[in-house]
Nanobody
Framework: VQLQASGGGLVQAGGSLRLSCAASGRTFSSTVMGWFRQAPGKEREFVAVIRWSSGTQYGDSVKGRFTISRDNAKNTVYLQMNSLKPEDTAVYYC???????????????WGQGTLVTVSS
């Protein structure tokens, strides 16, 4: 499975961005897709995941501001990020795997990352 993330960029605090992650290859094995992020000097952090059946789970720091969704026909997952804060600045990584987990190591595949920078 190959994952291609896009949509990162520079945005002011309070603004919005939408990330996309397109999966290709043996996608039938990727029933769970989602996002993690890593800020400079910090550990990787769970953001959100979504099951093939659309069940979702969010990290505490993004609940109520971020929304994850997927288009199974396109093998694509989206992360709509609203009310962005400077502390959301990070490289965002798309992940895919067979089981839902808040641990990055539980996922079999991950993308190259896309940088989100939120200015104050």
């Amino acid at each position: 499975v190959q994952l291609q993330a896009s949509g990162g960029g520079l945005v002011q605090a309070g603004g919005s961005l939408r990330l996309s992650c397109a999966a290709s290859g043996r996608t039938f094995s990727s029933t769970v897709m989602g996002w993690f992020r890593q800020a400079p000097g910090k550990e990787r952090e769970f953001v959100a995941v979504i099951r093939w059946s659309s069940g979702t789970q969010y990290g505490d720091s993004v609940k109520g501001r971020f929304t994850i969704s997927r288009d199974n026909a396109k093998n694509t997952v989206y992360l709509q990020m609203n009310s962005l804060k400077p502390e959301d600045t990070a490289v965002y990584y798309c992940v895919a795997g067979p089981l839902l987990s808040v641990s990055f190591d539980a996922y079999d595949y991950w993308g190259q990352g896309t940088l989100v920078t939120v200015s104050s």
